[in-house]
C-alpha cells in the first residue's frame, strides 16, 4: 500500500468518579471488543482527566482515551453502540484519519516515575545557578540556526 493508509481514532470520556482501575478494565474492554469485530488496535492511550468546556450530564471533568484503530469500517457501528449503552461513557466521537499510521507510544506517567527513581541526579537544581533570559538576550539566528544567549545571576 502507499505512504497514506486510512485509519480511525476514537475519542470516549470516561465519567471522572470512576476509580483508575475500572478505567484500565474500560479500556481493556473496549479494545478486546474492537478486535472481536474485526479491527486491529494501532495505539491506544489514556489522555487523563480534563477539565470539559461544558458540563455534560452533570459533569464538568472527564477521563479522556484515545484510540486509533483499522478495519472495514463496519466495526464502528458495533463499537459505538457498546459505547451509547454503557452508562460510563459520557461521549464518544470516530473520526476518519489519512496519513501515516500512529506509531504507539510508552506509557509516559509509569516511565517517568521509574527515571525519578533510578537517576536521583536528574532533578533539576536550585535556582541560582540557572540561567536568566531578558529582553537584551533573547534569541539570534543565524544561518538557520538558533542561539540563545543567557547571563548568569
Avoid: C
Amino acid at each position: 500500500m502507499n505512504n497514506q493508509q486510512s485509519y480511525y481514532e476514537t475519542m470516549y470520556i470516561l465519567r471522572p468518579d470512576i476509580a483508575e482501575d475500572e478505567v484500565t478494565n474500560y479500556i481493556n474492554k473496549y479494545n478486546k471488543l474492537l478486535e472481536e469485530f474485526g479491527g486491529t488496535i494501532l495505539d491506544s492511550q489514556m489522555r487523563g482527566k480534563r477539565r470539559l468546556a461544558y458540563q455534560i450530564a452533570k459533569h464538568r471533568e472527564g477521563i479522556y482515551v484515545q484510540l486509533s484503530h483499522q478495519g472495514d469500517g463496519q466495526h464502528i457501528f458495533k463499537i459505538e453502540k457498546a459505547m451509547r449503552l454503557s452508562e460510563d461513557v459520557i461521549r464518544y466521537m470516530t473520526v476518519k484519519q489519512e496519513g501515516p499510521l500512529p506509531t504507539p507510544r510508552p506509557s509516559t506517567k509509569s516511565s517517568t516515575q521509574v527515571d525519578d527513581k533510578e537517576n536521583p541526579e536528574t532533578k533539576v537544581e536550585s535556582k541560582e545557578k540557572q540561567p536568566v533570559l531578558n529582553a537584551d538576550n533573547l534569541t539570534s539566528e543565524k544561518e538557520g540556526t538558533k542561539i540563545l544567549k543567557t547571563t548568569e545571576s
